[in-house]
């Protein structure tokens, strides 16, 4: 059974940080690009990162560059997205993605989900 489990989300002050994880489980690793989206309450489904576990290259779309990180062990099956630089408008409830490679890692295209983890940042 393919999982995706989310966890790390949370409350946090506007210009602090949090780091989530995505653990997965039931499909092999390296085959697959993971990419985290987040959705605010009224909003839509939006990027803010992705990562190819098999070399670690990564992307992100300006509305993060420079603030956020994605990173990956593949000993544990798990991508970790580090945020740094937070503001109100990342509050959301973040979710981990993937697809099977080669992927562009749009939010249509993936293949699994996971149940997301809320992030509140206070202002």
């Known amino acids: 059974e393919v999982q995706l489990v989310e966890s790390g989300g949370g409350l946090v002050q506007s210009g602090g940080s949090l780091k989530l994880s995505c653990a997965a489980s039931g499909f092999t690793f390296e085959d697959y690009a993971i990419a985290w989206f987040r959705q605010a309450p009224g909003g839509e489904r939006e990027g803010v990162g992705c990562?190819?576990?098999?070399?670690?290259?990564?992307f992100y779309p300006e509305r993060v560059k420079g603030r956020f990180t994605l990173s990956s062990d593949s000993a544990k099956n798990t991508v970790y997205l580090q945020m740094n630089s937070l503001n109100f408008g990342d509050t959301g409830v973040y979710y981990c993605a993937a697809e099977g490679v080669p992927s562009h890692c749009l939010v249509n295209d993936m293949d699994y989900w996971g149940r997301g983890t809320p992030v509140t940042v206070s202002r």
């Open positions: 990562i190819r576990p098999l070399d670690d290259v990564s």
